[in-house]
């Protein structure tokens, strides 16, 4: 089967794809603060930071038959000392902990729409499958920032009650700054999601099975990712990001009649502009 692609503006099931969900949030969000970064960055002092763009991300599910999918979508972002805005994400700002000159944490309250899911026409092994609803998440992050690495940890749970999960994720990462337009970001992370995700989003009730299609009752398991962020500054309001990942998924998932791979991954190119 031939990839898809699909476009934001004419298609309004394309809103219903995970793709489009906290994976493109990071993509989006990561570069403006990066851009921003430095003395007098957004919330250093009060100061806030638009941010306007427009991207394209390519992404391969772990689903049996699912298309490989590429979208379009435009990018927003807003910083000031108190929230930051992202793509579909929010972050209220809690103080901060300084340690030293050069450490600090950070820590914030989070809600983000995640817009995953499935409908039973997206792939073969859907067919005859309940529809699986995204929702909206909230929970709570720290981020310990040094010189050598900065080293995230969030936890959320699905608040809108579709799945009535919780995911747990860390993230460690080091950018460096390369001739002083070129910014290089890799990152490890591991996440973590419970039983009840699992089974929701990879799960097979009694009435889903049939031939080829198992009874499958989920388990919480770790999936890993490693990614690279890359970033062009042509001056500081114009900049040129990719983002590539491969998420290496847990047994839990694994083991679903519902997939045939063991990982997935996603291309992320855009264009951001900062006012």
């Known amino acids: ?25 990071l993509c989006v969000s990561a570069p403006l603060s990066a851009l921003a970064a430095g003395p007098g960055g957004p919330g250093q002092d009060g100061e806030s930071s638009w941010g306007l763009g427009i991207g394209a ?8 038959g699912y298309d490989r999918e590429t979208k379009v979508l ?49 792939a073969p092994i ?59 970001t890799p990152r490890l992370g591991a996440n973590w999601v419970d039983k009840k995700y699992v089974d929701y989003y990879y799960g097979v009730r009694a009435e889903e099975a049939r031939a080829g299609r198992a009874f499958y009752q989920g388990k919480s398991t770790t999936n890993a990712e490693v990614g690279l962020r890359t970033m062009y ?10 983002d590539l990942s491969v998420t290496g998924l847990g047994s839990g998932i694994k083991d679903s009649s519902l997939v045939d791979r063991s990982t997935e991954n996603r291309v992320f190119v855009g264009y951001q502009y900062r006012f």
């Open 74 to 122: 435009p990018m927003l972002s807003y910083e000031n000392r108190w929230v930051k805005l992202s793509g579909l994400g929010l972050t209220g700002k809690l103080p901060s902990w300084t340690i030293n000159p050069t450490q600090r944490v950070d820590f914030g309250l989070v809600a983000k729409l995640d817009l995953g899911g499935y409908e039973q026409d997206d």
């Open 126 to 184: 859907l067919n005859g499958m309940a529809e699986r609803k995204g929702g909206v998440w909230v929970g709570a992050k720290a981020e310990w920032k040094t010189d050598m690495f900065d080293l995230g940890g969030q936890w959320t749970a699905d608040a809108s009650g579709h799945s009535k999960g919780q995911k747990f994720e860390l993230t460690l990462e080091k950018t460096w700054r390369l001739g002083g337009q070129w910014m290089l």
């Open 233 to 242: 500054l042509f001056d500081r309001h114009h900049a040129m990001l990719l």
């Open 1 to 25: 089967m031939a990839p898809q692609t699909r476009f934001l503006p004419h298609a309004s099931r394309a809103l219903t794809r995970a793709v489009f969900s906290s994976a493109a949030v």
């Open 57 to 64: 991300v390519s992404s391969q599910k772990a689903y049996t």
